[in-house]
C-alpha cells in the first residue's frame, strides 16, 4: 500500500510563491508517474501538473503553465510542485496522486494540502 502525504501548503499573497511537497511511503515509486491535482470549493477537481517517473516528461494544466513547476526526487521518494506568482484563483487544495505505468488513472492519492492565496 501506498501513502502520500502533502505538506507546504499555507496563505501568501498574490503575487508570491510556495513549494508543495509529497512524501510516499509503501514502496518506491520511482516508476511510478506522479501529479498533482487541486479542488477549490464549490468546483471540480482539477488537474494541475504531472511527472514521467524518470522527470523528463512535464505537464501543466493551461491554467498554471509558465508559472508552477513540477519536479520530483526518486532517491527521496518525493515529488515537488514549486508555484510562483500566485492568483487568489489557485486557491484550493492540492492533492498529490501516484499512478502505476500500467494504470490508466491516478489511484494513490494523498489527504490535500490548503493553499489560500490572498489578494
Known amino acids: 500500500q501506498v501513502q502520500l502525504v502533502e505538506s507546504g501548503g499555507g496563505v501568501v499573497q498574490a503575487g508570491g510563491s510556495l513549494r508543495l511537497s509529497c512524501a510516499a511511503s509503501?514502496?518506491?515509486?520511482?516508476?511510478?508517474?506522479m501529479a498533482w491535482f487541486r479542488q477549490a470549493p464549490g468546483k471540480e477537481r482539477e488537474f494541475v501538473s504531472s511527472?514521467?517517473?524518470?522527470?523528463?516528461?512535464?505537464y501543466y494544466g493551461d491554467s498554471v503553465k509558465g508559472r508552477f513547476t513540477i519536479s520530483r526526487d526518486n532517491a527521496k521518494n518525493a515529488v515537488y510542485l514549486q508555484m510562483n506568482s500566485l492568483k487568489p484563483e489557485d486557491t484550493a487544495v492540492y492533492y498529490c496522486?501516484?499512478?502505476?505505468?500500467?494504470?490508466?488513472?491516478?489511484?494513490?492519492w494523498g489527504q490535500g494540502t490548503q493553499v489560500t492565496v490572498s489578494s
Open positions: 511527472i514521467s517517473w524518470s522527470g523528463s516528461g512535464t
Open positions: 496522486a501516484a499512478r502505476s505505468p500500467s494504470q490508466a488513472s491516478y489511484h494513490y
Open positions: 509503501g514502496r518506491t515509486l520511482s516508476n511510478y508517474y
